[in-house]
């Protein structure tokens, strides 16, 4: 195994992400032999590509820097719950 990933997997929250659309190198055989839950496989004709990995896996941040925008927007206008009950932070 190559001595960086195996100096990573020393490190408690770190996790490899294999993507490969039909593993079968010797690297990947000795990564699936430590059974080590932190190591993931993404595999097949769809999601063991990078371009479908990126499409089905990965979350849109787009959309989730829109409704970000949107809630700051919300909260700025004093349409929060807080703001209508009269709450404030001082």
């Known amino acids: 195994m190559n001595a960086i990933i195996r100096q990573a997997l020393a490190i408690p929250s770190f996790t490899l992400v294999i993507v490969d659309p039909d593993p ?17 496989v993404s595999k097949g004709t769809t999601l063991g590509t990078f371009s479908g990995f990126v499409q089905y ?6 959309e989730e820097g829109i409704q970000m ?3 700051k927007t919300h909260e700025a206008l004093g349409n929060t719950p807080q703001a209508q009950r009269g709450v404030t932070d001082g």
């Not at 079968?24 to 059974?35: G, I, R």
């Not at 896996?57 to 787009?62: E, F, G, K, R, S």
């Open 57 to 62: 896996v990965l979350p849109d941040l787009h």
């Open 24 to 40: 079968k190198s010797d690297f990947y055989k000795a990564l699936s032999e430590q059974k080590d839950p932190r190591i993931w």
């Open 69 to 71: 925008k949107v809630l």
